[in-house]
């Protein structure tokens, strides 16, 4: 079985420019999430999507940050523009159902460096 | 709202030596535990959970927790560690209503020879 892919793996940009992040999760699972993990700490919830509808985005930064699942599938998180204190890695998660029980598998990450 | 605390952010250890990582939640309902490893480079890949029944759990690469609701605590351990497991380990909790995990900080476990 397919883990949960992300592209790319590495960005490098300026401040106050966009960047885009892919995430393809495991065939099937309805629930998928972003986290942002800043070095030194453990990931936090950024969105989290049942099917191709948002159950919480509470925690985004909505004035630069936004997310989309189309047709319930893959899902891309961008940012614009971006600042310094988005140098983050940014995890991608799925899950077969939305409980608390249901496992999350987690793809490799993309490391974002903002200079 | 829920919180963990991971009580050490670096634990050193010679290899064949035992370990204990410590984790503290707080929570106003009833929780999903678990304890995920994060290789450098690599997503994060779940060790054990505890969802209910037995208090003691038992997961890959030889680590067990042990789930403690009148401590609010799950601390993993593992009874001989080698190279290999050294890594950054995050616990984390969730709930019945479907949120997303929240997680600690992290704790660096760092084996040396």
């Known amino acids: 079985e397919a883990g949960v892919a992300q592209s790319p793996r590495y960005k490098i940009i300026e401040k106050r420019q966009s960047v885009a992040f892919w995430c393809n999760p495991i065939?099937?699972?309805?629930?998928l999430y972003w986290y942002q993990q800043i070095l030194g700490q453990g990931p936090k919830l950024l969105i989290q999507f049942q099917n191709n509808g948002v159950v919480d985005d509470s925690q985004l930064p909505k004035d630069r940050f936004s997310a989309e699942r189309l047709k319930g599938v893959d899902s891309t998180l961008k940012i614009q523009p971006a600042k310094l204190e988005d140098s983050a890695v940014y995890l991608c998660?799925?899950?077969?159902?939305?409980?608390?029980?249901?496992?999350?598998?987690f793809g490799p990450g993309t490391r974002l460096t903002v200079t | 709202a829920q919180s963990v605390t991971q009580l050490d952010s670096q634990v050193p250890v010679f290899e064949e030596a035992p370990v204990e990582l410590r984790c503290n939640y707080s929570?106003?309902?009833?929780?999903?535990l678990f304890w995920y490893v994060q290789y450098p480079n690599q997503g994060l890949q779940l060790l054990l959970k505890?969802?209910?029944?037995?208090?003691l759990v038992k997961g890959i690469n030889g680590f067990e927790a042990e789930f403690n609701k009148s401590q609010t605590s799950f601390h993993l351990r593992k009874p001989s560690v080698h190279i290999s497991d050294t890594a950054e380990y995050f616990c984390a909790v969730s709930d019945w209503r479907g949120t997303a995990l929240i997680f600690g900080k992290g704790t660096t476990l760092s084996v040396s020879s």
């Open positions: 998660a799925s899950s077969l159902t939305r409980g608390g029980f249901s496992e999350q598998y």
């Open positions: 505890y969802l209910s029944g037995s208090t």
């Open positions: 065939s099937g699972h309805a629930t």
């Open positions: 929570s106003s309902v009833s929780v999903y």
